[in-house]
Nanobody, 118 residues
Framework: QVQLVESGGGLVQPGGSLRLSCAAS????????MDWYRRAPGRQREPVAL???????NYADSVKGRFTISRDNAKNTVYLQMNSLKPEDTAVYYC????????????WGQGTQVTVSS
């Protein structure tokens, strides 16, 4: 079993920044992917930023140039640096981690609320 602990959400004004963290612990032999998703009110969960063990990254068009995903493999932690935040970025943000030998859909964090409002 793998446990994920997210932190860093909060209330921020438009144009502001936040940094989310997601630390994985437990039965981890090898992490294949560490990703960030979000679910806005009234919408389905959508991918925001994806990263693989090889270091490849991919971003949703809506966040390109504003968000940066990074990993600290020694700490089994993934970060999401969010700059130039917009009200439409308001959502619950979830990390997803896929490990070798684990479930195909990976493990999900508990979610952290990000609210962008003046």
């Amino acid at each position: 079993q793998v446990q994920l602990v997210e932190s860093g959400g909060g209330l921020v004004q438009p144009g502001g920044s936040l940094r989310l963290s997601c630390a994985a612990s437990g039965n981890i032999f090898s992490i294949n992917a560490m990703d960030w998703y979000r679910r806005a009110p009234g919408r389905q969960r959508e991918p925001v930023a994806l990263t693989t063990s090889g270091g490849n990254t991919n971003y949703a068009d809506s966040v390109k140039g504003r968000f940066t995903i990074s990993r600290d493999n020694a700490k089994n932690t993934v970060y999401l640096q969010m700059n130039s935040l917009k009200p439409e970025d308001t959502a619950v943000y979830y990390c997803n981690v896929r490990v070798r030998g684990g479930p195909v859909n990976g493990y999900w964090g508990q979610g952290t609320q990000v609210t962008v409002s003046s």
